[in-house]
């Protein structure tokens, strides 16, 4: 058997800009592999490799050239190198989906309720960073949609304008009607973090994402060590890619939760290591996609479904793009749908 391995830049284009911790994305670009087994189209896979801007440990100058190298070595060897491609966490997760893809002969990369679809997977709301009027009516829309969770970014303004925001969706909705998810990336300092958490706790927040800038490893466990509100680690996680330094991060800093992006922390079998680590130290944990194309929702979903976690997910992305892949995905009453009848329809040109 012998396999064939291709690779694919592709621009993702933005219908809005995004506004994120690391400034604002107008366009994405990402590389998808594709694998085939003798040049047989019936037996080909698809992946994408989507290293962000800034953010991913991988995101370096000679990443097209280290990605060729690891599907070389997939091609002759047959294998994909776990160990060598631990650093390189976005080309671990392109060759492992593409490779189940093409295992699999489907988009439907696992047999699960969610890829027969018949059961969906509940998602969070994501409120983007912008003006306060701006917020407002993403919230007033995503409510509007049906989210009953949802996840605001925050640290871009001023925290009483973002904490007046979080008062008056409270006026209207109780922690029980709407669960509220905040994600500082980093904003706060070590001096005022707790103060500011401890007003946020006050209005029934389920959970702060990263506080404080990520490698502050004795400030951030005294801070969740003293915080009233549960903090999870996101930021945090990226380039402890090695299950020692997974271990290591977890015992020290001890989260209360922990949010997982494959692209980012490790590719499937990377964020399979956090989630074992995570749950015999009784530490809770959702996944979320990275602002991938529907490649690479589509197969985090997949897999998402078959870890059978309650909590909503961080999977609603695949709407940001003019151009995005079509696969069968839909988002409805706060879920995410798989339709197994509908064909993908694959064009990356």
Not at 120 to 147: A, C, Y
Not at 182 to 210: C, T, Y
């Amino acid at each position: 058997m012998h396999y064939n391995t291709k690779i694919i830049p592709y621009t993702l284009n933005f219908r809005k800009p995004a506004g994120t911790s690391r400034g604002i994305y107008q366009i994405h670009k990402v590389w998808f592999v594709t694998i085939s087994i003798d040049d047989d189209p019936a037996h080909f896979g698809i992946g994408e490799c989507a290293p962000l801007t800034d953010l991913s440990c991988d995101d370096v100058p000679e990443y097209e050239k280290k990605l060729h190298v690891a599907c070389q070595y997939f091609g002759q060897n047959g294998k994909i190198d776990y160990e060598g491609l631990r650093p390189w966490p976005s080309i671990l997760f392109g060759l492992e989906t593409a490779l189940r893809h093409c295992e699999q002969g489907s988009f439907s990369l696992w047999d699960t309720p969610f890829s027969r679809g018949i059961q969906g997977i509940p998602i969070n709301g994501l409120v983007w960073m912008n003006d306060i009027r701006t917020m407002s009516e993403q919230v007033q829309e995503k409510i509007h949609q049906g989210f009953r969770c949802l996840k605001l970014k925050i640290g871009a303004l001023k925290f009483e304008e973002e904490l007046e925001l979080i008062k008056s969706i409270r006026k209207r909705y109780s922690a029980e009607e709407i669960t509220l998810r905040v994600d500082a990336n980093g904003a706060f300092s070590p001096d005022n973090a707790n103060e500011k958490m401890k007003r946020l706790s006050e209005l029934g927040i389920h959970s702060i994402e990263q506080p404080i800038k990520a490698g502050q490893w004795e400030k951030m466990s005294e801070i969740i060590s003293n915080s009233p509100l549960p903090v999870a680690l996101d930021e945090e996680l990226i380039g402890y890619n090695t299950l020692v330094q997974k271990q290591d991060l977890l015992q020290t800093i001890k989260p209360e939760y922990i949010v997982l992006k494959p692209t980012l922390h490790g590719g499937i079998s990377g964020c399979s290591e956090w989630i074992e680590l995570a749950e015999k130290m009784g530490i809770g944990w959702w996944l979320t996609s990275a602002l991938e194309s529907n490649i690479g929702l589509n197969a985090i979903a997949h897999w998402c479904a078959t870890l059978n976690n309650p909590l909503h997910q961080g999977l609603g992305t695949g709407l940001l793009y003019t151009n995005n892949i079509d696969i069968p995905l839909h988002i409805e009453d706060e879920h995410l749908w798989y339709s197994p009848a509908e064909k993908p329809c694959i064009r990356l040109t």
